[in-house]
């Protein structure tokens, strides 16, 4: 299916204050983000361009483009998978993308947090214990960091190299990239707010990306985040695969996220001739160029291959009716599969509000052993299943077969309660990285400081109740 510039505006998503705020804070923005246009839909083949009549008719690649651009393919999947897999997009831009100095490597202070090479052990701690960190701090107003200079790596497993693996992120940052752009070349980026609105733009366009909101960058495509305040929140990348929607079974034609609410930049551009700086992560390094225009010069492009953002606040959940607690995987928004059936690099799987009805059911999520590994953030509110103690920004980590479940105050509630129908405040998400690799903790992320070392007592006062009469 192709869409020609199908568009929706911000206010289709319920947030009708947004146009305010953005009035409010644009004076501290490099670009204007009002009444953003979007392109509906999930994995469409999309055709979009800021110019009319900038789009080639009938071919790729002409002798001559319109407006004396130059066509640029951005190739997501290799030439050859089958065509129901294949992801590519034509960009009809201003100057190509290789139009720069040489990339040198990176100051490595600056993203010495950044590690991506899981097959070594140096600068990483393995651990089987259930681990819970505090939320991690902003850096100091004296000390300037934009998203990219905010990213640490947290844990994950292989290797960039091999493309086999993930790696999990958090981000902590207080000014803007301004004449800096970004890209991996490494995996798909899967960012996931906590606080503070991300003003994103990328080679296919602008989108604003706030908490309860997700947005996906895939690997190589370039983008810079401006931010009005002190903004948090995480990111997965995966380094084999893309995301996708997963399948619903006997669930049916409809539910869970759905293809319609996915929002795709619609084109834009800007003319700038001064000096840029592009970050290009490559075998999990950082290397930078300069360049004397801006990288966001893509005045039309069409295809299939682009970021996109999706609000968790149009998530559609499934649950028991009847009786029993059912698994999480009811609840994934997107999945990128491995190449085992049924078994995925990374599931993103959140806890949004919703009924719980079951009858006679202790409703919290199970006690547990499983052969995946469960990375865990709170974005808003609290979580069910483990009530104080993991409050918004705080996140956790239960690997490969450890145990894990409710703690001991939410079990002695929640065996006890009278059950009535009960609804989940529209306040509360959390959201559940979760992956068949076996994850190690980096060494910066497992400190003291940053771990929280009494997470074990929640489930220290759970006691033997049998009754052998």
């Not at 009002?34 to 994995?43: K, P, R």
Request: glycine share 6%.
């Amino acid at each position: 299916m192709c869409i020609r510039d199908r568009v929706s505006t911000q206010s289709t998503w319920g947030h009708l204050f947004e146009v305010n705020i953005l009035m409010e804070k644009a004076s501290s923005l490099k670009r204007s983000y009002e009444n953003l246009a979007y392109l509906e839909g999930f994995g469409n083949h999309f055709a979009t361009e800021a110019k009319k009549g900038a789009l080639p008719v009938g071919q790729n690649s002409p002798q001559k483009c319109p407006y004396d651009l130059y066509a640029e393919q951005v190739s997501g999947t290799a030439f050859t998978v089958p065509r129901v897999s294949n992801q590519r997009t034509w960009l009809y831009r201003i100057q190509p993308a290789v139009k720069h100095l040489p990339f040198s490597k990176s100051a490595e202070a600056t993203y010495r947090y950044v590690k991506n090479d899981y097959m070594k052990k140096d600068g990483l701690n393995i651990t089987p214990n259930q681990t819970r960190w505090h939320a991690f701090p902003f850096p100091p107003k004296e000390q300037p960091t934009n998203f990219v200079e905010g990213l640490v790596s947290v844990c994950g497993a292989g290797d960039p190299t091999i493309r086999t693996g993930i790696s999990i992120y958090i981000y902590a940052c207080n000014t803007s990239m301004n004449n800096t752009a970004f890209c991996s070349a490494d995996g798909d980026f899967l960012i996931v707010p906590q606080t503070g609105t991300l003003y994103i733009v990328t080679e296919m366009g602008k989108m604003t990306v706030a908490p309860k909101e997700i947005a996906v960058i895939q690997r190589g495509i370039r983008f810079s985040v401006e931010i009005t305040e002190d903004s948090r929140g995480w990111v997965a990348e995966v380094f084999k695969g893309h995301l996708r929607l997963p399948d619903l079974g006997p669930i049916g034609a409809n539910g869970l996220a759905n293809p319609r609410d996915f929002e795709t930049p619609a084109a834009y551009f800007e003319e700038d001739s001064t000096e840029w700086k592009v970050i290009h992560k490559y075998q999990g390094e950082m290397f930078e160029c300069t360049q004397d225009h801006s990288p966001f010069d893509v005045v039309a492009w069409h295809g299939n291959y682009a970021p996109y953002r999706y609000s968790l606040d149009r998530f559609c959940p499934m649950n028991a009716v009847r009786y029993d607690h059912p698994d999480p995987s009811i609840f994934t928004v997107l999945t990128c599969p491995s190449d085992e059936p049924g078994v995925a690099v990374l599931d993103f799987v959140i806890f949004p509000p919703r009924w719980m009805v079951a009858e006679n059911t202790f409703r919290p999520p199970y006690y547990h052993r499983n052969c995946m590994s469960e990375y865990m953030g709170n974005i808003a509110g609290s979580y069910d299943g483990k009530g104080k103690g993991f409050e918004p920004g705080k996140s956790s980590l239960h690997s490969y077969m450890t145990p894990h479940g409710p703690s001991a105050v939410v079990f002695e509630k929640a065996s006890t309660v009278e059950l009535q129908p009960e609804r989940y405040s529209n306040d509360d998400l959390s959201f559940m990285f979760e992956t068949s690799f076996m994850l190690r903790g980096t060494t910066w992320a497992l400190d003291d400081q940053h771990v929280d070392k009494d997470y074990y007592h929640c489930w220290s006062k759970l006691r033997p109740l049998f009754k052998n009469e």
